[in-house]
């Protein structure tokens, strides 16, 4: 064993100073703390806020150390329409995206200083409408093939890769004309409210517990707290229940 950044030696063993997840590339072995800044990679799914308009680039705030940045070059234009982004698309950038939007979007390429470059031209990214916001540790953030997911329970979520994860009712239909900047401004049913509430403790609950937050965990841990009322789900006894019986169900489907 070399000891490298991160690491000293106790009682003649090499020991990681911080504790998280650890992940092994064949002698290579890493351990990313459980409380860390985000540290993007090319093609990761974030939700960020919009923090600063600027000439021709949006800044984001994506859990980073430093804030992103989405160039207008890299966003569709509404309607879809595809050309080269003009003068008056830089004066018009506001009524896009404004300060304290919430937008779904790609890592496209890192900085040299670390700092992300974003883009949304899938139709899939884009401005995002009503919904919640939960704010986790990237640490507890699974890496899967999609982090968009619609759940049987009438709720869809985004898995941020950054830590940060949005729950809004399923829509009914995919508004595609709007180019991702369409926000159905439509009140939410009590219903919709109630699951999404309850998605929300579900997943404070899991992140408490430190469980991998990725669909099949949402969705057990949401089956498991519905003997329970939605306010409760937070106390510590509830939450330990809940826990416990979604790693069951886990360790059922894994096995």
Known sequence: MVDRHGTY?????????VAGKVQRVDKLICVSPLKTRFNGEVGDVI?????????????????SRLDSVL??????????????????????????????DLISAEVQSVFSD???SLH???LKYGKLGQGVLVQLSPSLIKRQKTHFHNL???????????????????PAQQEEEAGGFYTSLEPVSLPDREVISR???CLLAMAAHKVLLYDT???????????????????????????LLTQQKLLEHES
Not at 9 to 17: F, G, R
Not at 50 to 57: C, D, F, G, N
Not at 71 to 99: C, F, I, K
């Open 9 to 17: 030696v106790d009682e003649e063993k090499l020991t990681a100073s």
């Open 47 to 63: 939700v960020g806020r919009i923090t600063e308009v600027q000439q021709k680039r949006w800044k984001v705030e994506t859990n």
């Open 71 to 100: 160039l207008l070059s890299s966003v569709n234009l509404p309607g879809g329409e595809l050309r080269r982004r003009s003068a008056e698309d830089e004066l018009t950038m506001r009524e896009y995206l404004q300060e304290g």
């Open 114 to 116: 670390g700092a992300l």
């Open 120 to 122: 949304t031209r899938s």
């Open 152 to 170: 049987p329970c009438g709720a869809s979520i985004i898995l941020g890769n950054n830590g940060f994860v949005w729950l809004y009712p399923t």
């Open 199 to 201: 998605l929300r403790n």
């Open 217 to 243: 965990s949402v969705l057990y841990c949401y089956e498991s707290s519905l003997q329970h009322q939605v306010k409760d789900i937070l106390k510590p006894e509830v939450m330990e229940e809940i826990v």
